[in-house]
């Protein structure tokens, strides 16, 4: 019973963070699955469009426009990478700079009122579980997108 209703469960945290965040961020005009990119460009200024797909695990045409949407509300730019000009890189403005906080407080303020109802031990376990799962997880879907690549 726990085993098959897991992907249940996350599936309807994700889902009604969705729901959360969405509202929360939509008067700083961004939206829930964008918040992914703005922690990762933040974190890395000159991620490669190719590197954010995976990190992200979508695909390069769903990280194409998303980032269109981003620029079109400055707050990434574009740039060719210099020795190899099929590749993208992706740095934040200072507009997404100072977005940062406010989508960090959201992600906060969200695992902070998921978790109230369980003891600090309780918080500690279910997180290193699921690190644990999602490790493995992560480990399946590379697997398929090089198994993907190698087909095409």
Same mark, same amino acid.
């Given at each position: 019973?726990?085993?098959?209703?897991?992907?249940?469960?996350?599936?309807?945290?994700?889902?009604?963070?969705?729901?959360?965040?969405?509202?929360?961020?939509?008067?700083?005009?961004?939206?829930?699955?964008?918040?992914?990119?703005?922690?990762?460009?933040?974190?890395?200024?000159?991620?490669?469009?190719?590197?954010?797909?995976?990190?992200?695990?979508?695909?390069?045409?769903?990280?194409?426009?998303? =980032?269109? #949407? *981003?620029? %079109? !509300?400055?707050?990434?730019?574009?740039?060719?990478?210099? $020795?190899?000009?099929?590749?993208? @890189?992706?740095?934040?403005?200072?507009?997404?700079?100072?977005?940062?906080?406010?989508?960090?407080?959201?992600?906060?303020?969200?695992?902070?009122?998921?978790?109230?109802?369980?003891?600090?031990?309780?918080?500690?376990? =279910?997180? #290193? *579980?699921? %690190? !644990?799962?999602?490790?493995?997880?992560?480990?399946?879907? $590379?697997?398929?997108?090089?198994? @993907?690549?190698?087909?095409?």
């Amino acid at each position: 019973q726990t085993m098959n209703g897991i992907m249940k469960y996350i599936n309807r945290i994700h889902r009604m963070g969705g729901v959360v965040y969405n509202s929360k961020l939509r008067d700083y005009g961004i939206a829930q699955c964008q918040h992914p990119y703005i922690l990762l460009i933040c974190r890395e200024p000159g991620i490669s469009q190719e590197k954010l797909a995976k990190e992200i695990c979508v695909n390069k045409s769903n990280v194409t426009r998303q =980032l269109a #949407a *981003l620029e %079109e !509300k400055a707050l990434i730019t574009r740039k060719q990478d210099e $020795q190899d000009r099929r590749i993208w @890189r992706v740095y934040p403005t200072q507009t997404m700079q100072e977005l940062l906080p406010c989508v960090r407080k959201v992600m906060r303020e969200w695992n902070e009122y998921i978790l109230a109802p369980l003891s600090e031990q309780e918080q500690q376990t =279910l997180i #290193a *579980l699921l %690190e !644990k799962v999602s490790e493995r997880a992560n480990l399946a879907a $590379q697997e398929t997108l090089s198994g @993907r690549e190698k087909q095409a």
